[in-house]
C-alpha cells in the first residue's frame, strides 16, 4: 500500500531513503535545514570500505587516541569541557575498545559494507541517474615499519573475512600508479573498496526524484514534533508550517540525538569534526586509486579534474569552524607522502568541515521506535555514511514495508544504550 512519508534529514541516508522508497511505489517528501547535500554528505572522502570491518572504538585508538590526545599535530583531538553527554560517551566508547567487540561485530561490517557496495552497482546499472563511480581499491600508504606490521594483520583478517587485499611493495605500488611516485615503504590494498563522489552522487538522485515529483523542502529547519495516540501526528517547521505524514524517517546526521531526545530515545553521538579541501590534479598527481596515508589518517580521493584530500577526527561539539593548524596538518602529510607534491595554501580549494555522527559503539542506529509505531530513525554512521548510504536506504524501505531485511539489522536497533 502506497504511504505518504516524511524524511527529514536529505544528506547521503535520506537520499538513498528517498530514492528506494519511491521506488517501492511511496509518496515521499524530504526536508532539510540546509541545502539537501551540504552538510557531512558534502565533502567527505566518497569511500565505498568493505576494508573497514573494524569498528571505531577498538583497542588501536584507545592507545593511539591518549598519545594523540597530547600533540596538538595529531588527526586526533578530544577537547576537553564539561558536558555530561560527552562524558558518559567516552566511558561508553572506551568500553568497546576492546578486541572482543571488534571480533563481535566485523563480519556484521563487512556484512553491510558489501551489501551497500552491491547495492551501488544496481544503481549505476540502471538507468535512474548517472554518477561516478569505480571499483578502485584502496590503498593505506606506509612510511613506518610499525604501520606496515599492523596492515599486514589487517590483510589477513581481511583475506580470513573473505575479502580480497594484500601487502604491496614499493614496486608493486610502482605497478599500480605508474605515473606518480609516494615517499613509503609499502602499502596493504584492499581491492574491493570503491569510491564515489558523493555530493554528485546526492544531487543525480535528487534531480531524478524531482522529476518523479518528490518534494523536495530546503532552508526548511523541522523545529517541532506533534506525537498523539503513540504516533507522530505532524512535523512543523521554523515558519509554523506543519507537514503532515503516514510516516516520518529523521536521518537528521548529529543532531538525531537531540531530536531523539523528544522521543525520549537515548542515541548517544558525539560529532567527528574533519576537513577536506580539493586542489587540482597535476604532475604529481596523476594516480587514480585512493589512498589512506596511514600514519596521519588522511584520506585521499581522485577523481578525474582534482583530488580531494580530507582528516582529522576532532570530538569538539556542534562547532564546524575551519581550525587552519588541522587543515595544514593535511596539507603537510599530503606534500610528504607523495613526492613531487607541494601544494601551497592557494592552491587548497573547497576548504570544508563536517561532522561525523558518531555513536560509541562504532555502529549506526536504525530500526523502529517501539513507542510511535510510525518513526523510523536512521543516523550514526560514523565514518561510513557514505559507504552505507544505500544499504541504509533499502533497509528504511523494508521496514517501511513490513518485509525482512536482506541482512540482520537488531546490532544497530535503537534500544541499546
Ligand atoms: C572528512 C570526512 C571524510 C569522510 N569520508 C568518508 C568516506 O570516505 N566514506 C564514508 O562512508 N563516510 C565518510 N565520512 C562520513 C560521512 O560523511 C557521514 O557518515 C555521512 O555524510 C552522514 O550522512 P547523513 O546523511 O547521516 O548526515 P548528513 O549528511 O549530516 O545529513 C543530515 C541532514 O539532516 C539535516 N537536518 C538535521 N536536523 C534537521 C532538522 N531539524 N530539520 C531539517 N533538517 C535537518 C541537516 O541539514 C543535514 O543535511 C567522512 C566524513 C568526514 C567529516
New binding site residues.
Partial sequence: MSKEIAI????????CTAYYLHKSGHKVSV????K??????????????PSHFETLSNPGILKKGIKWMLNPNSPFFLKPRLDMDLIKWIIKFNTFCTKKHVNENKHFLRDINLYSLDLYKELKENDDFDFDFKTSGLLMMCKEEKTLKEEEFLVKEANELGLEAQILSKEDIKQLEPDATFDVIGASYFKDDS?IQ?YDFIIAIKNYLEKKCVKFYED????DINISNSKIDSIV?DESNVYKADNFI???????MQ?AKKFNLNLPMQG?????FIVDKNDSLNFSTPMILAEEKV?V?PYDSYVRF???MMISGYDLSINERRVNNIKKAANSYINGLNIQTPQMKDI??????CSPDGLPFIGKSNELSNLII????????????PA?GKIVTDLINEKNTDIEINKMNLYRF
Avoid: Q
Fill in positions: 527529514i534529514g536529505g544528506g547521503i541516508s535520506g537520499i526536508f532539510d535545514a540546509n539537501i547535500g551540504l552538510e557531512c554528505s558534502y565533502g567527505n572522502a566518497g569511500l565505498i570500505v569510491k558523493p526548511c529547519h523541522i523545529e517547521d529523521f536521518t537528521t546526521g548529529i543532531l538525531t531530536i567527528g569534526k574533519g576537513f577536506s584520506a580521493t580530507g582528516g582529522t570544508w568541515a563536517g561532522l561525523r555522527p536512521a543516523s550514526g554512521h560514523a565514518m561510513m555514511g557514505v559507504s552505507l548510504g541504509t
